[in-house]
């Protein structure tokens, strides 16, 4: 089941991979997006062939031509560059988008290689005189007269023309971009709005022009051209049915702006669509799929797992050591197959026999084990079968250590051999075959694992694979989707091993770190870190969480379960006193709990009680031939490891699936 949900989110990963390769760049040309005719003629004609124009060469001469604000101490020795002529055409669609062609005409006092226009990529709404920013834009067919690049910072779009020659006098730069805005937010209305001159003009203006064509009809009276300048008398404009026109009289300063913003009834974009940002929408749409799905599994293993705890002296007496193990960690592991050998041999399957040298050490150079099957009509599980079956499958009925037609098996036959039968069981189990099918829901095993999955799925589909186009400026960069992973993904495996107050402390480290590189990432917009933020403490509630999740077991499993760990707690709180008074009712009562102990790994609190009820006697299964050496806890457990480390060695790695069983060999051991 874990290894095909693992198919499954790599399969899933592969997929997004591959679509994501082939997304077009979110900014950049756009093949179908035309320029508008410039009507303008060249620039040898401008500035060479007309003597009308020959002041331009002068720009003490070309000021005073043009009256630049008389109160204005305008000196262009002051500047590096000024623009004195900026044209702005623009064609407005009737699916509010903003088809626009600049010639920006530039004098260059000094060297300079270029200049830099900033489009911003938020669209924005105006009340009144206010303008409010409220969502993302996209910008395409950006294309420029001469060489130049993009790049995105600030929430803005920077094209910077010009290469590595520096140039001076005068220069004209045609560009074209065209902004997709999407359906208007505004209610009961449409608008338009934009900036003819923007933040960006960093130099004096000494003139601008500007036409603006709408696809129907507008109103005069809603149509509203600002500036930032106190002189509203420098600006002239005019609007005759779908078209506005106007132009500057006077000199504009650096940072003076003007924007136009024109109020239509609602409908007018009627062929508007919505503008999404593919990076914030696999963010957002993630982090809430997956959210609910973990929150899901959280509360329905709370719900399901909830019970309260008793007194419980003994295990369950329907399970064995090895289904104890199973209900209590989802999974069989070796120590819980291993517990089967004490857990058979209490129920008199078969003894023990020590075999030592002289008593002095436990070792194996010293030491060894003899196992005696004993007959035995007590019922047995499937899995019960296949563990005494796999122990004396090479028991030798004629050795003189044993009885007549007994079956008789030294510790070194187990080597290489047993560890087969041992991967049988484990099969059995992860099958839910016989008693293992009524313990757990039917998805509810491995839980936990398959909610930190989903958790690393998510940080990687709403942070790793998001950021990696965010930050590419709307290219897929696998470098960045690499790196960003390392980063997220690191941090949550290392938490697996803390509990879930060290959690929080780490997750509201990491979470500090990463909003404070998220807000100051200057290539992200407001939306991107938005989603990038709300993305990280998604990941990191759930991850603090994961420790609380559990197994999802059906209600007998669940009994039994509150009943296994409430023998943990009443076991690990034994005082002498009780320890006497059970033992003196069930002199065995630390032989029959021992199975039940070494499965659940509390060997250590079996050996301490053991030693503060002054018990060393060994079981009645277990016979030592030294009778001068004495039997202690400590004896007992080395048998238990030496015989363990025989039984599940192999000459291979044992979860490569090789050597196993055959399904044959199973059938004839279980009788089928």
Not at 525 to 532: D, E, F, G, R, Y
Request: glycine content about 4%; some cysteine; hydrophobic content about 40%.
């Amino acid at each position: 089941m874990v290894r095909k949900s693992f198919k499954m989110i790599f399969a899933f990963i592969f997929l997004a991979l591959y679509i994501l390769t082939n997304l077009q760049a979110a900014y950049g040309t756009d093949s179908g997006s035309t320029a508008s005719s410039d009507k303008y003629q060249t620039k040898e004609d401008i500035y060479n062939s007309n003597p009308d124009f020959q002041i331009f060469t002068n720009p003490e001469d070309f000021i005073k031509k043009y009256s630049l604000r008389r109160d204005s101490k305008f000196n262009a020795d002051n500047y590096d560059y000024f623009y004195y002529n900026r044209k702005v055409l623009v064609n407005v669609g009737e699916d509010n988008t903003i088809d626009v062609s600049e010639f920006i005409d530039v004098y260059f006092r000094s060297p300079m290689t270029g200049i830099t226009r900033i489009l911003p990529l938020y669209s924005n709404v105006a009340q009144e005189h206010d303008i409010t920013e409220i969502n993302r834009v996209n910008i395409s067919g950006v294309t420029v007269d001469s060489t130049y690049t993009t790049v995105i910072k600030n929430d803005c779009l920077y094209i910077t023309t010009g290469g590595s020659t520096a140039i001076t006098g005068f220069n004209r730069y045609n560009l074209h971009y065209k902004y997709e805005l999407g359906k208007d937010p505004l209610k009961n209305a449409d608008e338009f709005l934009m900036y003819i001159i923007g933040t960006d003009a960093d130099r004096p203006t000494v003139r601008c022009q500007f036409e603006i064509n709408f696809p129907k009809p507008i109103d005069k009276d809603n149509v509203h051209i600002y500036s930032n300048r106190n002189d509203d008398g420098f600006l002239e404009y005019s609007v005759d049915d779908k078209k506005i026109t106007g132009e500057t009289t006077s000199y504009l300063e650096s940072g003076e702006r003007i924007f136009c913003k024109v109020y239509m009834e609602d409908g007018y974009f009627s062929k508007a669509s919505r503008v999404y940002d593919i990076a914030s929408i696999i963010s957002i749409s993630s982090v809430t799929v997956i959210v609910i799905i973990c929150m899901y599994i959280y509360f329905l293993s709370a719900k399901r797992n909830t019970f309260g705890h008793t007194i419980e002296y003994y295990p369950p007496h329907m399970l064995s050591s090895l289904e104890a193990s199973y209900l209590r960690r989802g999974r069989a592991d070796d120590k819980g197959i291993i517990s089967l050998l004490p857990y058979l041999a209490q129920r008199k399957f078969f003894e023990i026999t020590e075999l030592s040298k002289d008593g002095s050490s436990q070792s194996k150079a010293n030491s060894g084990y003899i196992f005696r099957k004993k007959s035995n009509k007590l019922r047995m599980k499937p899995d019960e079968k296949v563990f005494l079956n796999g122990m004396f499958k090479n028991a030798d009925k004629n050795s003189a250590l044993g009885g007549e037609d007994e079956e008789v098996i030294f510790d070194d036959s187990l080597k290489y051999s047993f560890y087969k039968y041992a991967d049988n069981i484990k099969e059995m189990t992860e099958k839910r075959e016989g008693s293992y099918a009524g313990f757990f829901a039917p998805f509810g095993i491995h839980v936990r694992l398959k909610y930190e999955i989903l958790v690393l799925l998510l940080s990687f589909l709403s942070i790793s694979l998001p950021a990696s186009i965010m930050i590419g400026g709307g290219d897929f960069s696998l470098i960045i989707l690499a790196l960003m992973t390392l980063i997220i993904s690191v941090p949550q495996i290392i938490a697996r091993f803390f509990k879930i107050t060290a959690r929080i402390i780490m997750y509201m480290f990491l979470d500090a770190i990463s909003i404070i590189g998220i807000a100051q990432a200057q290539s992200l917009v407001i939306s991107q870190k938005t989603a990038l933020i709300t993305a990280v403490a998604a990941v990191s509630v759930l991850s603090t969480f994961s420790c609380l999740v559990d197994d999802i077991r059906t209600p007998y499993g669940t009994k039994l379960y509150g009943r296994i760990l409430s023998f943990e707690k009443t076991f690990s709180m034994l005082d002498k006193r009780k320890m006497t008074e059970l033992c003196e009712k069930d002199p065995n009562y630390f032989y029959n709990v021992f199975p039940y102990i070494y499965s659940l790994d509390m060997t250590n609190v079996w050996s301490l009680k053991i030693k503060q009820a002054d018990m060393e006697r060994p079981p009645e299964w277990y016979d030592m031939t030294d009778e001068y050496s004495e039997f202690t806890a400590r004896r007992f457990l080395y048998m238990m490891t030496s015989v363990s480390d025989d039984m599940l060695s192999s000459p291979i790695n044992r979860n490569n699936g090789a050597n196993i069983i055959s399904n044959e060999d199973i059938n004839r051991i279980l009788g089928k």
